[in-house]
């Protein structure tokens, strides 16, 4: 079955603010066909890489997270806002394009040495992805990957994991 991605992501302007594009996956979401693809096509483009749990951020990391982990018989652990993780966390403050924000994680939910995917929606400036790594090395876990299913490659965040392989399944240049 061919689906063309980027036909079902709903390009929305000016949100959150003005002169932001904002990419909505919702469109893709409930798309069965594409949504399924995204599933496979993260699945074969991370199979090479050692790792034990796959970690999602909130919010829509979870979205692709946990099925690839369900897929791939992995734990999934959830990285999340303030105040919405039950047990003790650690967190990490990271800026956005569009502002700035804080994450945090379960104290208990990287080992030592533990290899993790760490998977997201969208790489844009990258802030986000820096505070989960941030966060798994803090908890002394070993970053294998990180997938993104949307890559704003005109922002060039690449450059600032060049520690870390990097797959996105689709890149917008402009």
């Known amino acids: 079955m061919s689906v063309d991605l980027k036909t079902l992501i709903r ?3 000016d949100f959150p603010k003005p002169g932001i594009l904002f990419y909505d996956i919702t469109t893709l979401l409930k798309d069965a ?3 399924r693809v995204v599933t496979d096509q993260l699945v074969e ?4 890489y050692e790792f034990s749990k796959v970690i999602g951020i ?5 979205i692709f997270g946990g099925p690839l982990a369900d897929r791939m018989n992995l734990g999934f652990v959830p990285i999340r806002k303030p105040g919405k993780l039950p047990a003790e966390t650690i967190e990490a403050s990271y800026s956005l394009e569009y502002g700035t924000n804080t994450i945090v994680i ?3 939910a990287v080992g030592p040495g533990e290899k993790v995917l760490i998977v997201d ?3 844009a400036t990258g802030g986000t ?9 803090q908890l002394g876990g070993v970053v294998s990957c990180i997938a993104f299913v949307i890559e704003l490659s005109f ?3 690449r450059p600032k994991f060049e520690k870390y392989p990097v797959i996105s399944l689709l890149q917008y240049d402009s």
């Open 33 to 35: 066909a594409g949504f």
């Open 129 to 137: 992805a820096e505070a989960a790594i941030q966060l798994v090395e």
């Open 11 to 13: 390009e929305v302007p």
């Open 106 to 108: 379960h104290k208990d």
């Open 58 to 62: 909130e919010s829509r990391g979870f």
């Open 155 to 157: 922002l060039n965040a």
């Open 121 to 123: 929606d969208l790489l």
């Open 45 to 48: 483009a991370v199979k090479l």
